[in-house]
């Protein structure tokens, strides 16, 4: 040991058996381990939100009502949330999700992208998406039905003269609908 000092003074420009005393401690002492980091903002007040905020019912329920606002229309049409379970692994809970079979590749491919919506909606807790092929239970709402006007006498007169010069009967027929419908449709 005596040897090993000699040659570590010998490079050293400081005190040199302070500082081979502290290469010695160096060698023999290991490195106390770091504290972990603080967990994120975000974290701390969704577990204290989950805490202190009570459940407005079943989650299935809350999810099947606002399923159109978080995953958007085009995926409601072709997808609903079928039931909510826990997860094999133990943590978590896994969302099951009924689609048409058309759809089923489309969904699948967005199916993180509705995890981390669906998951942020119900508190952070949805871990995995089962996709089960299949019939919507719910069938999307349908669109009101357009009211229609009627044509004034004068607007049927100025559309009827209009078509007169048409020799082709069948080609008036379908120009005189079209035109009917392009004038009672409400635009607003």
Same mark, same amino acid.
């Given at each position: ?7 570590? #003074? ?109 998951? #942020? ?68």
């Amino acid at each position: 040991m005596a040897c090993t000092i000699a040659s570590m #003074v010998n490079r050293s420009s400081l005190d040199p058996i302070e500082e081979a005393r502290a290469r010695i401690r160096l060698r023999y002492q290991r490195a106390r381990p770091l504290a972990a980091p603080p967990k994120s903002v975000g974290a701390e007040i969704m577990k204290l939100a989950r805490k202190k905020l009570p459940e407005k019912g079943p989650a299935i329920g809350r999810l099947k009502l606002q399923w159109a606002d978080i995953v958007g229309p085009s995926l409601a049409k072709v997808c609903e949330p079928d039931k909510i379970g826990a997860s094999p692994k133990g943590k978590g809970r896994v969302l099951t999700l009924r689609c048409i079979p058309a759809a089923s590749t489309m969904v699948q491919h967005q199916s993180e992208l509705i995890r981390q919506r669906v998951s #942020v909606s119900l508190g952070g807790d949805v871990r995995d998406i089962r996709i089960v092929q299949g019939p919507l239970k719910q069938s999307p709402p349908a669109a009101p039905a357009k009211k229609r006007r009627t044509l004034t006498p004068s607007e049927r007169e100025s559309l009827l003269s209009s078509v007169q010069t048409i020799e082709d009967t069948d080609l008036r027929k379908a120009v005189l609908a079209l035109g009917e419908a392009v004038l009672t449709t409400d635009e607003s």
